[in-house]
Every structure is written in structure tokens, then in C-alpha cells.
């Protein structure tokens, strides 16, 4: 009795989806700081702040259970989730966890699947608080949500770029993007043969940051102790050209990069290599990083460098100048979004 | 790579399999108050606590899109998060919504399901605060994740439970229980009909109290009112049995229960006649009811009896003398869970 005719969602794509759905909403609760439009939403406690924020995974799409180990399926889940509040510059704090269930997945596969979502708590000091399971007719679904905190002052949106200020990232890009097509072809080769032996060697680093990616509250806390705070920070998710479009968008302004600037590992350039992938495309369209994006103000340039945990790979620019990456001969190319709509 | 075999869920159940994954899990922060194991999580807020629960709801096992309208779907999705809050005295403000996006569903479709959700938002005074869209590959998933606020001391939990308690409930039960029946008969009934017309006729209430289930904030508001604190609650989703069950189980105490005081709607009646159901069954058993289950001490009845808006079906019990229904000969007979376990 449901449409079935109409607009496809590709059409839209996520964003616009989103801002379709949420645009007219009203708000009943003074309490309700943010809608829709930032990494978590922010509610009012008084002077601190309540971060929220919810992230669902859905089997097929966010992973394949033929070579994601559920152990690092759990990690990877709580440190996407808990991403979005550091990406606030909120402390992570607690989280709730929505299971679907298909009748495949056994009790043993829940039990590492919340050992590695445990291990993650523990090394980011979350609690995992509560939560509800569900059957699914088909796949393995997760949903995290997690809240924080942070002094209201304390908050980064996506809003507060500003000309002039420094775009760093937290760590080289493109690397989980060429660890999953790793795995695929991998799969993809082995997909007869009767004891896969998958050829990883050489790579382990780039499995890694697909399978397991770190959340980087470590670098937030040096920049709080160097009291230095970003003026936009959001959460690597879709690739550094779609999340850098994103803060410029939010704080309408414009960006410079420099090609030369973004730091891309070894082991993915050689896998780019091998595979006939521009690196390059790797890195600013891949997705999944899950590193910090952020900017902070010009003067905080020798603070930040010193540090040794960022790179600084550009800066802002007035809103007219576009999101420019500039190549090493210096000329000018306007980065394009191509990440995740589907 | 992963297990396949090992203990199916089925052998656990729910219940079991909640408290086998979250038995061990520890606790960093101070502010997480309690751990999963009631409807709400309840995380400190100094004076105030926050309430934060999450709910998943997937295609082909929590509802069926050939007769769920999306907008009764998104109303319902509503309403099932926010009653976790209202069922630990809170009043909810914020939800946050992720949805996994199968390529069947349009943008329309999404549209008509916001517009439900919004319904529900604006009837309960909550926000639609965030969200996040994935793409599925199968069917339809919700997961709504709800948050309010209350006073520590109005917090009301599974356990407060005590002997003479009165049992009291919001409204009659099995009527959505029936109305699923109802609609997953006239399903397989018109399966192969061209231009299928369901029978509803006589039957619209229970169609709107399986599609369209309203939350009972307004009798705890006039609970509030009349100076009643419930000194246990529970969201009525798994059927009265279990429920109740659970309650005695938190509270460490027993229940006797009055068959011929357990409302159950005529039209709830008329059609488990003829479709061969035992109504008792529906009352006891159906779930999806969504109303309040809760106790009040026994010196409130007067009060409670003056509203006009519960049912006590009976009274509190030490533990040893277990959960007990008793017919209107004055048998009593042991309450089984038949719950939700799939």
C-alpha cells in the first residue's frame, strides 16, 4: 500500500536528504541548543553542555562479516561513535547500543563483538550503559549512540572557520580506503578456493586502520593542555574533500590545500600502485579515516607544529576563493565532493 | 572467517542474552548511575538525572510495510522510544534518529515517516535534535534513541516494588496484539487478490491501537498532580506477563493479579472469538500494548481509583509466592513469560 514511485534518495544524496527531512522541524525544548547540521546534536544543562549523537551500521553496506572480525566490528562501531562527540571537542562519557540480530549470528559472535566494543570503552573511559536487541530478517544491524560533555566555551562546530585559520588533520588519509579494497580483492580472488590464504603481508598497516581505527583523543587533549582550541573541527567520515566542503559550508568560507601537504603512508601508496588507484583520489575521497579535520587561528602555528601530532595542510580562504587544491606546480583545482551518496 | 555455529540466541532469549553481554561490563565514569537492566539508562546530572534509552525497530519483524503506514510507522517509532523515558517518571525532550535505507524506500516515503515522527514530537513536546542515514541492504531499519530529564528523586525504577503495592495498568490490553492478527490475516487473505479491500469494519480500534499506540503522559502528569509517585514502572512492549514478571524479578517480590479484572476491549474480544484466540491470551501475552505498567502503594488507592485513568488489576506479594494470575473461581495459577523470545 506504499509508494513505491517517486524520488531516489541518490538523487538527493545523504545531505540532502537529511536537510530535506530536518528542515522544517520545530523546537519545543529551550533546552534544545543545535538541530541537525553538526557532528552531535547540543543540549543545554546549565554551563555545561550535553553532546548526542547516534551512528548506525548496517551489514553489506558499513562491513562484510566474511573478513571483518566481530571483535574489531565492536571497536570500529564504539569509535565512530564516540568520534562524533570528540569531533565537538566534548568528553566522551556513555553510550547505548541497538542490536538487529539475524538468526546466523550466534551468542559466541555477540560476546567478541562486545569484547572489542569493551576494549574501546576502556581505552576511551566510555561506559556502555544500556542498550535493546532485536531480530533482523536479513543482516547484522548496529546502532551506537553516545553522549558527552563539554563546558559550553569548549564546544567546536563546524561554524567557526575563519580566514586565515590552519586546516590540520591528525593523521595520513587514504590509508582504511585502500585497506578495504584490500580485503575485497582478497575475497574476490579467494572466492573458490577451498583454504583462503589471503596475502596481507606488507599491508597489515593499512588493515589496520580500516579495521581498527584509533579515535584521537589524545591529540585533543594535548591541544587543551597547549591551550590551543580548534575554531571548526568534524570527524573524517566521508573523505577530506566532502568533510572540508562540509566546514566550509558551515562556516561560508573558502579553502586552500596544498597537494603536497597531505600526508599519505607508504604502504598505501604501494597498494595504489599495484591496484591502478590514484593515491591521491584515495586520500581525499576514500572515506573511513576517521581522523580529526579542524582548524585553528594563524597565530597558534608554531603551538600547533610543535606538538608533532598534526599535520597542517592548508588554509582558510574567503568564501569566493571556492575549496582549491593547489598541486605542486601551483595551479588551482576545485575539489568536488564524491563521497557516499548512493 | 566468523562462527557459525555455537549457542543460537533462541536458547538464551532477550532477557538472557542481555545480561550475559553486559554482566561484566565496567564502570569509568561516576555520572553512570545504572547499567542496562530497567527502561532507561539514568546518568547524573547533580540535582537532575538524564534518562537515555535506544530502540530498534526492523522490517519484516517489528512491522510490515504492505500494511504499516510510514506515518503511523514514524508516529509509533516515536512514541515507543519516548515511553522508555515516561516509564522512569521522566519527561522526555530530545530524540535523535538513525535509519537504515533500503533502495525500495523514496524520498516521499521518508517524507510521510518524518511527518509521523513529527506528529509524535509535537503531541509529547519532544525534538528531533539528529540523525544519521545509512543505506541497507534489505529492509528498513529505526532506531530511535530518546533522551529526557527528572528529578533524582522523582526517577521511578523496576525495583521499588513492595508488599500490598497496588498493580495498576493505563488501559486495556491485547487490543494491538489482535489488530496485528487482523491485519496479517486480511495479508494472507487478499494475497493474490487483485484489487485486495481488507475487512476492517467493527474492528478500526484495534487497527489504531497496534498502528498508532499513544504514549500515557498525561496520566503521569496527573499522577504528578495528585502527589502519586509510583514506586515501580515498566513500559508494557513484551505483554503483561512478562512485565510483570520483570518487576517482581527487579523488585525481588511476587504479584497476585485478578483475571476478571485484567480490561480487555470488546472488540479485542469479539474478533480473538472469531479468529479461535483465547482474549487472555492477547491480554497477557499480545505485547505491543505500550501502555504503563506500574505500582502505587496501597494507601493511594482512593486517589489512584479518583482519576479515572488506570485499572488496578491487583496487588504486590512476597517473592516465595511467586507471580500469580487468579481466575474468578479463585484459582491461582503460576504467570509464564511467553514473550518476545524469537
Given at each position: 500500500?506504499?509508494?513505491?514511485?517517486?524520488?531516489?534518495?541518490?538523487?538527493?544524496?545523504?545531505?540532502?536528504?537529511?536537510?530535506?527531512?530536518?528542515?522544517?522541524?520545530?523546537?519545543?525544548?529551550?533546552?534544545?541548543?543545535?538541530?541537525?547540521?553538526?557532528?552531535?546534536?547540543v543540549i543545554d544543562l546549565g554551563d555545561e553542555a550535553l553532546l548526542l549523537t547516534t551512528d548506525m551500521l548496517t551489514e553489506g553496506i558499513d562491513f562484510d562479516l566474511s573478513y571483518f572480525p566481530l571483535k574489531h566490528l565492536g571497536y570500529k562501531a564504539v569509535v565512530r561513535g564516540v568520534n562524533d562527540i570528540l569531533a565537538m571537542n566534548g568528553t566522551p562519557q556513555q553510550i547505548v547500543v541497538a542490536l538487529g540480530i539475524s538468526a546466523k549470528?550466534?551468542?559466541?559472535?555477540?560476546?567478541?563483538?562486545?569484547?572489542?566494543?569493551?576494549?574501546?570503552?576502556?581505552?576511551?573511559?566510555?561506559?556502555?550503559?544500556?542498550?535493546?536487541?532485536?531480530?533482523?530478517?536479513?543482516?547484522?544491524?548496529?546502532?551506537?549512540?553516545?553522549?558527552?560533555?563539554?563546558?559550553?566555551?569548549?564546544?567546536?562546530y563546524r561554524t567557526g572557520a575563519r580566514e586565515h585559520d590552519l586546516i590540520c588533520i591528525t593523521s595520513n588519509l587514504g590509508a582504511a580506503y585502500m585497506g578495504l579494497h584490500l580485503l575485497e580483492r582478497e575475497k574476490r580472488v579467494l572466492k573458490d578456493v577451498a583454504n583462503p590464504e589471503p596475502k596481507f603481508a606488507g599491508y597489515e598497516y593499512l588493515l589496520e586502520r580500516y579495521l581498527k581505527p584509533r579515535a584521537r583523543k589524545g591529540v585533543l587533549d594535548a591541544l587543551r593542555e597547549e591551550g590551543i582550541r580548534p575554531t571548526s573541527m568534524i570527524d573524517l567520515s566521508d573523505g577530506l574533500a566532502s568533510d572540508l566542503r562540509q566546514i566550509c559550508k558551515s562556516s561560508q568560507c573558502g579553502a586552500r590545500i596544498y597537494l603536497e601537504r597531505i600526508p599519505i603512508a607508504r604502504q598505501t601508496s604501494e597498494l595504489a600502485e599495484e591496484m591502478h588507484i590514484d593515491p591521491v583520489i584515495a586520500a581525499l575521497n576514500g572515506g573511513e579515516d576517521h581522523e580529526l579535520l579542524f582548524t585553528v587561528p594563524l597565530d597558534k602555528q608554531e603551538a600547533v607544529m610543535r606538538l608533532g601530532l598534526v599535520d597542517v595542510i592548508g588554509h582558510i580562504t574567503r568564501e569566493e576563493a571556492g575549496v582549491i587544491l593547489v598541486t605542486p606546480d601551483g595551479e588551482g583545482i576545485a575539489l568536488k565532493a564524491q563521497a557516499f551518496d548512493r
Open positions: 500500500m506504499n509508494k513505491t514511485k517517486g524520488t531516489q534518495i541518490s538523487e538527493l544524496g545523504e545531505f540532502g536528504l537529511i536537510e530535506r527531512l530536518t528542515r522544517t522541524l520545530p523546537k519545543h525544548n529551550a533546552s534544545s541548543l543545535t538541530a541537525a547540521g553538526d557532528d552531535a546534536a549470528i550466534m551468542v559466541e559472535a555477540l560476546d567478541e563483538l562486545y569484547e572489542g566494543m569493551r576494549t574501546a570503552c576502556d581505552e576511551l573511559g566510555v561506559d556502555i550503559v544500556g542498550g535493546d536487541t532485536t531480530a533482523s530478517l536479513t543482516g547484522l544491524t548496529i546502532t551506537i549512540t553516545a553522549i558527552g560533555r563539554a563546558k559550553k566555551e569548549d564546544i567546536v
